[in-house]
């Protein structure tokens, strides 16, 4: 046994404490040069965590100085049109810290716009993971954690939105109290627990403070735990490209590329989001006033995204109360909340259902890109649609005030589009993805169109294509294709109605398909013919392809 | 001229206006007001009569007692006739669910005697006495009967909202105190009226004085987006700062030169 | 072929490439990598980026204690939240810029590539995790105690039940709270939010008025709690446009009519009037309700006609009730009728 040499400069000492203590060494050499793709779009998730860390920042601020309680005072306050009112406590307390304590406003506005990003930046993040097809085997449980998140991030908001006690919140507060007490059986039990009695109480504001800095964000952040090493464990996906396969990851190494720009990154998500907070009016709560059951302002609406529960509320038809044996179920109520449970259901269950579909139990961390699944991404943009029209759906009002239309056109409009338009955007956006891919072939097989009209000997013209070069060739051809599959029988020489269903869906994805060029049509293409393209430049290109073949 | 489009139904807004003006005049005619029209000297109320005839009769009818395509004048008083006039909502052109605001058509004398020579026909609400439209009186009390009363149509600091088929309460930045009283007192279009019983001249001034401070006073968390609440700010965020920020990521991903 | 490829590929189709992968693209040399006045260049622009941080950390102290808070001055208030936002924003874009300015011109950018492995353990790994479970199995003999086992299910279904029902009294039990609300037979309609009592001849055609009952402004307890379920609104129209239910014809005094404010779809106030076409709107889901016709539903999601309140005069000519509400009041729920 050799003696261990100590280091003898500061840092190595520093290190040496370190690691003999926690590994650190260890830690460095298995995570220090781990690679990371690099794309543009790999970074929304990133900036939701940012915005993440921003609130909880921003957040401790606003802790020091916010009181969560109901109880009334005068408001005596820098802020003239109220003093004197009689208000809550936890009112009086938001209006001290956006007049009264120096940093309180730009914190305050720091806070929201931070909370609206964050969710904004993990819904976008989402649909990117959707769209790429990231959500596959091995990520499905990353995906639901995902979509769990982002109910959280719905949940701090709204549970942070309604903490002020204003009367824009308060409004929605009892919006949230009308929607809980048209749950058949237990809906006014659960409201009388929530509101510890009647609306409005006096418990409410305090326990939804206890929610949204507590359990909220603790869940919040174990979630992120869990999404976090999940990618480690996964590595992140790539798009695909020439070298990259499902069984690399080809990038950057995380010291020092990565880590300079990821944590630059945060720098500049906190600087974009202080930029607007310094120059930008959020939520202006004394303009709103204290919150009073009886008044009530025009354009009352939630923050963005409980925008299209609210626009669910709004688009159920009119009387549709149901009386059974003497009891209501007022399904103006429960009808947008059963639709909006089971669009969400089906987007946590997403990746389950196309696995089934598909069979693939392949691992995939080679993207897609989104025209090689036209159905699921058509899926998306109906999914999208439907959903942009239930938020849309939550400022008719302001669109028939803006857009000189009456209201009660703009409804009517909103309720045909949130049938109609899903079906159109999936129609279009296959057709689109359809049309894509095609051209997609023709260039793989043909060369891009240079424009150029050349008369040959015999007088035909022609235009010249040139064919791609390798790198784009692989782009072009390489993505994973799938057929419609038919029912067989089991073991039992049935055919079962899950393979009926299993069949008749897996012909709705892929019985409209463009399969990807294959080497003998790509041979075919480029050896009889005798295209414009191979005869054009028929000294470079084709040889360096031949070279590959 | 009205630079507003085309709205449906260019019938109603005559049946509108003509249950508007009756109604509000009526009823304002029943109540025991505080202000009893003070009559403009004959020379004046004679020059309003020949405005009037030039310009309103073929509407209102000759004697104001209403015609086709327009309500009786009959009791709605003075403030009726400078609020309509003086916003430039009448005389009418656009036909739709509602008179728009449009750049004033006649000077303050001609107002003044067409007003005067309708408060002569019976009495009406008169045109607000100067002591009430000085924004000097309690802003918090105004602020409190502004969200109970107003707020549900005209939004929580008078940015305006939208009523049923096609009408809309309209924003009230920039309009003038007198303007303001004289809405409240005789409920133009579809605005109820909102008599000295029930918002007294003190309230009104208040109300005035809220809407002034507002008005006057930036606010202090910047610029504010239209005043319209969280849609504006979803938006704002969807496109400005999310758009800036994955132009910032397009940057951190594309490899320099 | 690597472990990727052992598991069913379900319909996926197997069409040749006609290519091979040509593997990762040739890398392209920056600027900075070629000459060193480029990389020098790019080291002063960061540094400088670094500096325009330190600046902005210096302007956000400066507005901190350059703007303190005057009472009544909102001025102070905003360039207080103006320039420490905007000398937060410079110090940290300042600093964002810089590193990433850094990692992009200086910092080498050749894609490397690196293996992945199946998530899945291999078939060894797998054996031994077996083997520990069953050996775990054994030695603690759970499989083979039943008894122990089934109790210990038991026990774990039964104690989280404490954990629920210790939230019992989070709210009080429902009683028929829900169904009341303050008005008795003879209280005054008074103006919200002043509480002054209201006489029926000052309640003009056209009018709408905002309402409370007498002696809620005085409640020493649960006063929002009342007011959200008692708030009223009180409107005259033409008797002769009245559209009334012979059984509810003495619930009006003279063309004037209480209906209450409380929305039957989920609860916000309903209270834009408009004085010609009588309709009620709500701001929050457009329900719409026509106040000439017993408030019935005429669009929007609601399903109830807002309820009304029978009102009358007393001696001295003010408006009173004649009744609480026959019906609940807000939003539907399931028990409401029973």
């Keep these: 046994m050799s003696v261990i040499t100590e280091p003898k400069t500061v840092i190595g000492k520093a290190a040496n404490y370190v690691d003999e203590r926690l590994t650190i060494g260890s830690v460095l050499k298995n995570f220090g040069r781990k690679v990371f793709p690099d794309h543009w779009s790999f970074m929304l998730g990133e900036v939701a965590m940012y915005s993440f860390v921003i609130l909880i920042i921003s957040g401790t601020f606003l802790t020091f100085y916010f009181q969560p309680s109901m109880a009334e005072v005068h408001y005596e306050g820098s802020y003239a049109p109220l003093k004197g009112m009689e208000m809550s406590i936890a009112y009086a307390s938001s209006l001290d810290i956006s007049f009264d304590i120096r940093g309180g406003l730009l914190m305050r506005q720091v806070h929201h716009w931070a909370a609206l990003l964050f969710v904004a930046a993990a819904g976008l993040h989402m649909l990117r993971v959707f769209f790429t097809g990231a959500f596959r085997k091995p990520r499905e449980l990353n995906w639901v954690v995902g979509f769990l998140l982002f109910l959280m991030g719905m949940a701090a908001g709204f549970t942070g939105y309604s903490l002020p006690d204003d009367l824009l919140s308060g409004n929605g507060l009892r919006i949230i109290d009308g929607m809980i007490k048209g749950i058949p059986l237990i809906g006014p039990a659960v409201s009388s627990g929530f509101f510890g009695g009647e609306f409005p109480g006096t418990e409410v504001v305090a326990r939804l403070y206890s929610l949204h800095i507590m359990i909220i964000p603790a869940l919040i952040i174990a979630l992120l735990g869990i999404h976090l090493l999940m990618v480690v464990v996964h590595k992140h996906t790539h798009y695909p490209g020439p070298g990259r396969r499902d069984d690399n990851v080809v990038g950057y190494p995380l010291m020092p590329v990565y880590v300079a720009k990821a944590g630059g990154f945060f720098f500049l998500v906190f600087g974009v989001i202080a930029a607007i907070a310094a120059t930008f009016t959020i939520n202006p709560i004394w303009n709103y006033g204290p919150y009073d059951p009886s008044p009530v302002s025009a354009g009352t609406q939630p923050d963005w995204y409980i925008g299209w529960l609210d626009g669910a509320l709004r688009l159920a038809p009119s009387n549709l109360d149901l009386v059974i044996a003497g009891f209501v179920i007022p399904m103006g109520v429960m009808l947008p909340i059963i639709v909006s449970l089971v669009f969400l259901v089906l987007v946590g269950a997403y990746p389950f259902i196309e696995a089934w579909v598909t069979g693939d139990r392949r691992e995939h961390h080679v993207l897609d890109r989104p025209r090689n699944a036209p159905t699921r991404t058509a899926i998306g943009a109906a999914g999208v649609t439907f959903y942009a029209v239930l938020w849309a759906g939550a400022s008719t009002d302001l669109i028939a005030v803006n857009f000189q239309m009456s209201l009660n056109h703009v409804l009517t409009a909103m309720q045909i589009l949130l049938i109609l338009g899903p079906v159109v955007a999936y129609w279009v956006t296959k057709r689109a993805c359809l049309s894509l891919q095609r051209k997609d072939r023709e260039i793989a097989l043909h060369g891009r169109e240079t424009g150029r009209v050349i008369r040959l000997p015999h007088g035909e013209y022609i235009e010249v294509h040139e064919p791609v070069d390798k790198y784009e060739l692989w782009k072009l051809v390489d993505f994973k294709d799938y057929e419609p599959i038919m029912p067989r029988p089991n073991k039992k020489g049935k055919i079962t109605v899950g393979t009926k269903l299993r069949s008749a869906i897996s012909k709705i994805y892929f019985e409209d398909r463009i399969a990807p060029v294959s080497k003998a049509e790509y041979e075919l293409a480029h050896a009889d013919h005798g295209h414009a393209a191979v005869e054009e430049k028929p000294k470079r290109k084709p040889k360096q392809l031949k070279k590959n073949l | ?257 | 072929m690597s472990d990727l490829e052992k598991y069913s590929s379900g319909s996926a189709t197997s069409i040749e490439r006609p290519i091979k992968d040509p593997g990762l693209e040739p890398h392209r040399v920056r600027m900075t990598d070629k000459s060193e006045k480029h990389a020098r260049t790019a080291e002063k622009q960061v540094a400088g980026l670094f500096v325009i941080s330190i600046i902005g950390a210096i302007i956000a102290v400066w507005g901190f204690f350059a703007f303190p808070i005057i009472d009544g001055d909102l001025s102070a208030t905003r360039n207080n939240a103006l320039w420490m936002g905007i000398g937060m924003a410079l110090s940290m874009l300042g600093i964002g810029f810089g590193a990433v300015h850094w990692a992009k011109t200086l910092m080498p950018d050749n894609e490397v590539a690196e293996a992945r492995h199946a998530a899945r353990s291999d078939d060894d790994t797998r054996a031994k995790a077996i083997e520990i479970v069953k050996l775990a199995d054994g030695e603690s003999g759970f499989s083979r105690r039943k008894l122990i086992r089934r109790t210990l299910y038991g026990a774990l279904a039964f104690f989280p039940i404490p954990a629920v029902v210790i939230f019992g009294d989070l709210g009080p039990v429902v009683g028929d709270t829900l169904k009341h609300t303050m008005w008795r037979s003879g209280t005054r309609l008074t103006k919200d939010p002043t509480g002054i009592p209201i006489k029926a001849s000052e309640v003009t055609i056209g009018s709408v008025f905002h309402v409370i009952p007498e002696g809620l402004k005085d409640l020493e307890e649960h006063k929002l709690e009342e007011k959200a379920k008692a708030a009223v609104l009180l409107v005259r129209v033409n008797p002769g446009e009245l559209k009334e239910d012979p059984e509810k014809a003495g619930w009006s005094y003279d063309g004037i009519v209480a209906y209450s404010k409380i929305c039957t779809h989920v609860g916000c106030p309903v209270a834009l009037y408009e004085q010609h076409t009588h309709h009620l709107l709500c701001p929050c889901h457009q329900s719409t309700f026509d106040l000439a016709d017993h408030c019935k539903v005429i669009f929007g999601p609601a399903a109830r006609p807002l309820p009304q309140l029978p009102i009358t005069v007393d001696d001295e000519g003010y408006l009173v009730a004649q009744s609480d509400f026959l019906e609940p009041v807000g939003p539907s729920f399931w028990d409401m009728r029973k």
């Design chain 2, 1 to 257: 001229m009205n630079d507003k489009p085309m709205r449906r139904k260019p019938w109603a807004l005559g049946i509108v206006i003509f249950l508007g003006l009756v109604l509000s005049g009526s009823g304002y005619a029943a109540a025991t007001s505080t202000y009893q029209a003070e009559f403009g000297s004959p020379e004046q109320i004679a020059e309003g009569k020949k405005l009037f005839l030039a310009n309103c009769a073929s509407c209102h009818g000759t004697n104001g007692e209403g015609a086709i395509g327009g309500p009786s004048l009959i009791g709605v008083g003075a403030a009726s006739v400078d609020f309509q006039v003086g916003t430039g909502r009448m005389p009418g052109q656009a036909s739709g669910p509602q008179l728009y605001k449009k750049p004033v058509q006649f000077t303050e004398e001609q107002i003044s005697a067409m007003a005067a020579w309708v408060a002569s026909l019976a009495p009406g609400p008169a045109i607000p006495a100067e002591e009430y439209l000085r924004a000097d009186g309690d802003a918090t009390h105004g602020g409190e009967l502004f969200r109970i009363n107003c707020a549900m149509c005209h939004n929580a600091v008078g940015a305006g909202g939208a009523l049923t088929e096609g009408k809309f309460a309209p924003g009230l930045e920039g309009v003038t105190e007198k303007h303001i009283y004289e809405a409240m007192v005789t409920g133009p279009q579809n605005m109820p009226v909102f008599n000295d019983a029930n918002l007294t001249p003190e309230d009104k001034k208040d109300i005035i004085t809220f809407l002034k401070y507002v008005e006057e006073n930036d606010s202090v968390g910047g610029l504010e987006l239209g005043s319209i609440g969280p849609v504006a700010e979803g938006l704002f965020t969807w496109i400005f700062g999310l758009g800036f920020i994955i132009a910032i990521t397009v940057w951190l991903g594309a490899k320099a030169n």
